[in-house]
């Protein structure tokens, strides 16, 4: 998930110059992703409005990695009504290491 640092509920809020600004900042995080861990594909989304399912009023971008060998469509786990259960919890050392990483690849 891709998060602004300013405030703002949804991308339709953003100047053209911070529409701007942040695609290149998407491009570049998925960029490293791919050089991370060698995704065959990627969904970008965000919800606005509650209707679209925006819970969070706040913009931010999900990047969803895809693979060829996926065995279930990560859309059937965003759709759980009940997603904390779907999740594993990272460790500390984990997530450290994946921020690693992710940044060696920026």
Known sequence: MIVTKKHIDSFLDLTELEIKDF???????????????KYDGINLFTNVGETAGQIIPHLHFHLILRFKD?????FNKLNNSKPHEIH??????????????????L
């Open 70 to 74: 996926e065995k279930e469509s990560p």
């Open 23 to 37: 695609f290149k900042i998407l491009k570049k995080i998925s960029k490293s992703l791919k050089k991370t861990y």
């Open 88 to 105: 594993k919890r990272l460790t500390r050392e984990e997530i450290i290491s994946r921020i690693k990483n992710i940044k060696e690849n």
